[in-house]
């Protein structure tokens, strides 16, 4: 029974021997590979800096980008430019003078110099009538409309007297037969005073066509005002509209 004990004694002590020898084997292998890791890291790192150190040292230079770059840059500068300068060409006409005028019919008109514009016929031109306003490019326009009428006349039949005029809109989509013209826009008003002076402004902005053609029709128009700065009184103004 004793050397069974001795024996077994040896026998664990050898066992215990040789695992702490396999934890050591396995400690050292370990730290070989973190070692490994961690110079694999440093080289890396290194590296890393330097490739940055160089790149901002000498930045790469490609005629590539630039010629890409410089057209995006003038692109924008245009678009810019084109939004802050817009056309201003407009057409501004006022009553003509020295012609006699009937009771009621179409107005009509002259240019008025004192009012100039960069380019007065790029959009409309007055037809040879004086009277036809003539579209020269599809578009949406503003039409603006004043008339001054006024009474000194102490014979007038009726001391209550019923103003109105409108825009005639000429087209030639239709048929020759339906190319009758429809108002663009109406403006009426009731005067019951014995002398007495009156403004009517209007205006409307609309989509014409290419060779459309207004004209203002007045149910009065031998009582438009054209005394004085008659060319303040009575005004027939287009332009093209532009939204903002």
């Known amino acids: 029974m004793a050397n069974e004990e001795a024996a077994s004694q040896v026998f664990a002590v050898l066992m215990e ?3 702490v020898s396999r934890l050591m084997t396995k400690y050292h292998s370990l730290r070989r590979q973190m070692c490994f890791i961690q110079s694999i890291s440093v080289v890396i ?3 890393c800096c330097l490739f940055t150190l160089f790149f901002h040292a000498f930045p790469p230079s490609c005629k590539e980008n630039k010629t890409n770059k410089a057209p995006s840059f003038g692109m924008q500068y245009q678009k810019a430019e084109s939004l802050t300068r817009r056309d201003t060409s407009f057409t501004r ?3 003509k003078q020295n012609v006699t005028l009937p009771k ?3 107005v009509p008109w002259m240019s008025t110099p004192e009012y100039p514009s960069s380019d007065p ?3 409309f031109i007055l037809g040879g009538d004086n009277e036809t306003l003539k579209v020269f490019h599809s578009g949406t326009y ?3 409309l004043q008339i001054t009428y006024r009474n000194v006349n102490e014979n007038l039949e009726n001391d209550e007297i019923y103003l109105q005029h409108d825009i005639h809109h000429f087209t030639d989509k239709y048929r020759k037969d339906e190319r009758l013209p429809s108002p663009l826009l109406t403006y009426c008003e009731t005067v019951n005073l014995k002398f007495w002076r009156k403004s009517m402004f209007s205006e409307g902005i609309f989509v014409l066509e290419a060779g459309d053609r207004l004209k203002v029709y007045s149910n009065n128009l031998n009582l438009i005002d054209r005394s004085g700065k008659f ?6 103004v287009a332009y093209p509209h532009f939204s903002t």
């Open 17 to 19: 021997t040789e695992r």
């Open 45 to 47: 790192c290194f590296s």
């Open 93 to 95: 006409l006022t009553i």
């Open 104 to 106: 009621e019919g179409y």
């Open 121 to 123: 016929t790029r959009y």
């Open 142 to 144: 503003k039409v603006s």
């Open 231 to 236: 060319v303040e009184k009575t005004v027939f």
